[in-house]
């Protein structure tokens, strides 16, 4: 089987795994940067490098963060000629990346988040930190892996943050105000159609968050059944077949989903559990390609 994997993150770790299982299972690997869309049309005929010239017969769309809304077209027509596309629902979604989207599904889902605040103004954040309280995250909508997310511990923090987003151009309604959440246990469950891994995520010193991507250590974590049982109702809430859930759990077990990553890392699973994820994911994008 020739296998294509569209990406607009190419250099990702991840992504050299999937290259070296896919071959392993004995079938071809290409991969085509869509970081920017680049197109021509010339007598009426549409030609985007990778896409519409492919030979594959499976073509994976897997962290699509630009251009997502042109891609959609592009899915259905590559199904209608017969190739099989694995998108996990991204024609659907329209989206890689958008937490306040994510959270209204999960709070129409009747599924535990920290208490938060989305106000599009930074004339208003003043005011909308009162309703949660210090400390308190503040964090980008729009970004993954632990970045643009800012400890916020009390007034003087808040007028910093504002101030230094504003000089770099960066507007209100890009962030989100959540609640602190003082855990005992910040966990990554991967979940990869009907199989579920779980490592536990240990922030460096100095450093609240806890992402493997940031330099945190991970270590094999055995959920509780009500843990397990959260994640899947995460997953199904967000309508996906692959995701990653970050929980939280406190002292006294309260559990709160942080959020649901549409294109988790896998690197540090891998590490964590010992498990070839690449190659499962692989042949679960196979299985359920259509």
Known sequence: MKISLITTLPTLAENKR??????KLGHQFTL??????????????????GITDTK???IIFRGIFTSLRSYQPLIEHLRKKGIKVFDNNLSHHQYSINKITDLIK???????????????????????TKKIGYPLIIKST?????FGVNKIDNEEDLKNFIQD?????????????????PYIHDLRILIIGDQMFTMRRIPKEGEFRANFSLGGN?????PQPETITLAKKALKAIDMTTAGIDVLITKDNQQYVLEVNHTPGFVGMEKATN???????IKHAIKTAK
């Open 275 to 281: 498990k070839n994820i690449a190659q499962i994911f």
């Open 142 to 146: 729009r970004a993954g892996k632990g």
């Open 18 to 23: 999937l290259e070296e299982e896919t071959k």
């Open 32 to 49: 085509t940067n869509s970081r920017h869309l680049n197109f021509e049309i010339k007598n009426n005929k549409l030609d985007l490098p």
């Open 106 to 128: 999960l709070t129409l889902h009747d599924i535990k988040t920290p208490n938060a605040v989305y106000a599009p103004e930074f004339t208003s954040y003043q005011t909308a």
């Open 56 to 58: 594959a017969n499976l």
């Open 218 to 222: 991970v270590e094999l974590f055995n």
């Open 165 to 181: 987003a504003q000089e770099e151009g960066k507007i209100g309604k890009g962030y989100l105000m959540q609640e602190f959440i």
